[in-house]
């Protein structure tokens, strides 16, 4: 059984900073790709960052040179660091991995955490 737990969304005024935590426990072999998703009411589940096992890193247009994705794989978390934050990224953030759980792998996914930007 294999858990990905996220915490640290809330309410945040434009220009702020949040810092998302996204920590994975259970039956964890290793842990390969690490992703943070989003999704706005009304649109689709967007890809925000992510981060493979060495510890290279992508983003999506919207969030470069604002948002850092990094791990720390002794403790099987990922974290968001979101900083000069727009009315725009309002969203449910979503975390995901890939973990293998010693007899194969499996992407898995928290239940998400509202983040809100608004003054």
């Known amino acids: 059984q294999v858990q990905l737990v996220e915490s640290g969304g809330g309410l945040v005024q434009p220009g702020g900073s949040l810092k998302l935590s996204c920590a994975a426990s259970?039956?964890?072999?290793?842990?390969?790709?690490m992703y943070w998703y989003r999704q706005a009411p009304g649109k689709e589940r967007e890809l925000v960052a992510d981060?493979?096992?060495?510890?290279?890193?992508k983003y999506a247009d919207s969030v470069k040179g604002r948002f850092t994705i990094s791990r720390d794989n002794a403790k099987n978390t990922a974290y968001l660091q979101m900083n000069s934050l727009k009315p725009e990224d309002t969203a449910v953030y979503y975390c995901?991995?890939?973990?293998?759980?010693?007899?194969?792998?499996?992407?898995?996914w928290g239940q998400g955490t509202q983040v809100t930007v608004s003054s």
């Open positions: 259970g039956s964890i072999f290793s842990i390969y790709g």
């Open positions: 995901s991995a890939e973990i293998d759980y010693g007899v194969g792998y499996h992407r898995y």
């Open positions: 981060i493979n096992g060495s510890g290279s890193t």
